[in-house]
């Protein structure tokens, strides 16, 4: 079966430009997840919705990042105005409802900012 | 706060040896323990969790996980090392009373296992 997906996969932008990363979850899928995993780092958290509601963005580094998942299935992560410290990755996990569920993660979009 | 801690950077290993890879945890309510390995330029994989019950868990490949409380533990093991194990591992914990969704990884630990 389908995984989750992630595009674009890698994504160089010029520090300041805006940039969107596409998260496509498992279908059936209610819970989703976003981290960011800088080089040589674990993933952190950043934000995660049920459904179609984001429950905790207390991840999110700054007001320059946002996520939105406006019909309960995929999702966008948004940095608005980019900086060099945003260079990553950024991965996509999904999962089903409950708190024991296991999260299946996407390949990842590596972004280089420059 | 929910913490994690993979003491090793590294962990070298002979083909066929027993590995391990350690983790400790913090958290105030039960927790919630994953741990999941990343090879290179692929996203993570879920190798086991441990949510309740037996402390010894079974995961995928041959790996299996033991849940210590008092130690505040939960190390990755595995019999008889492959090759193909080399890769970087993470242990992640879900605080199931109070933590919500957020879940913490600890830094990885790179698995190198040498022919």
């Known amino acids: 079966g389908a995984g989750v997906s992630q595009s674009p996969r890698y994504k160089v932008a010029k520090r300041g430009q805006d940039v969107a990363l596409r998260c496509d979850p498992i279908?059936?899928?209610?819970?989703l997840f976003w981290y960011q995993q800088a080089l040589g780092q674990g993933p952190e958290f950043l934000t995660y919705?049920?459904?179609?509601?984001?429950?905790?963005k207390s991840g999110l580094p700054s007001d320059r990042f946002f996520a939105e998942r406006p019909e309960g299935s995929v999702s966008t992560l948004k940095i608005q105005r980019t900086q060099q410290e945003d260079s990553a990755v950024y991965l996509c996990?999904?999962?089903?409802?409950?708190?024991?569920?296991?999260?299946?993660f996407g390949p990842g979009t590596r972004l280089l900012v420059l | 706060a929910q913490s994690v801690a993979q003491p090793e950077d590294q962990v070298n290993v002979a083909e066929g040896n027993p590995l391990t890879v350690k983790c400790t945890y913090s958290?105030?309510?039960?927790?919630?323990l994953f741990w999941y390995v990343q090879y290179p330029n692929r996203g993570l994989q879920f190798l086991l969790k441990?949510?309740?019950?037996?402390?010894l868990v079974k995961g995928s490949y041959g790996f299996e996980a033991e849940f210590n409380k008092s130690q505040t533990s939960f190390h990755l093991k595995k019999p008889s090392a492959l090759v193909s194990d080399s890769a970087l591992y993470f242990c992640?914990?879900?605080?199931?009373?109070?933590?919500?969704?957020?879940?913490?990884f600890g830094a990885g630990t790179r698995l190198f296992v040498k022919a």
């Open positions: 958290v105030s309510g039960n927790p919630y």
């Open positions: 992640a914990v879900r605080d199931g009373n109070t933590g919500g969704f957020k879940t913490i």
């Open positions: 279908s059936g899928h209610v819970s």
């Open positions: 996990a999904s999962s089903g409802p409950g708190l024991q569920e296991t999260q299946y």
């Open positions: 441990y949510i309740t019950g037996d402390n």
């Open positions: 919705f049920q459904n179609e509601a984001q429950l905790d």
